[in-house]
């Protein structure tokens, strides 16, 4: 089983970038999809964008695709979410996620994840 600890949150205005990272401990990193998930203030935690465990699938949110870039380097059982063009409506906590399943069904199922990060706050600025 993996944990997970994620970084790189902050204050940028909007229109700006940020890159998160989540690093994960154990030796079997690529056999896990990861994911990155938000939950903004008052509302339900979301799916933003996720990765299968070769790294050469991804899925995104609509309201990500586009301006989010998930990646993974495996030597590192890192993985990382570049953010571009940052909107005030990206503000939120941003968790990271493992699963032995696919990216696809991470994109899905987020009531049956079970391994998360504690989670970094993104505060995007008008």
Do not use: H
Request: hydrophobic share 35%.
């Amino acid at each position: 089983q993996v944990q997970l600890v994620e970084s790189g949150g902050g204050l940028v205005q909007a229109g700006g970038s940020l890159r998160l990272s989540c690093t994960a401990s154990g030796s079997t990193f690529s056999s896990y999809a990861m994911a990155w998930f938000r939950q903004a203030p008052g509302k339900e935690r979301e799916f933003a964008a996720s990765i299968s465990g070769g790294g050469s699938i991804t899925y995104y949110a609509s309201s990500v695709k586009g301006r989010f870039t998930i990646s993974r380097d495996n030597a590192k059982n890192m993985v990382s979410l570049q953010m571009n063009s940052l909107k005030t409506e990206d503000t939120a906590v941003y968790y990271c996620a493992a699963d032995r399943t696919s990216a696809q069904a991470m994109s899905r199922r987020i009531s049956d994840l079970k391994l998360w990060g504690q989670g970094t706050l993104v505060t995007v600025s008008s």
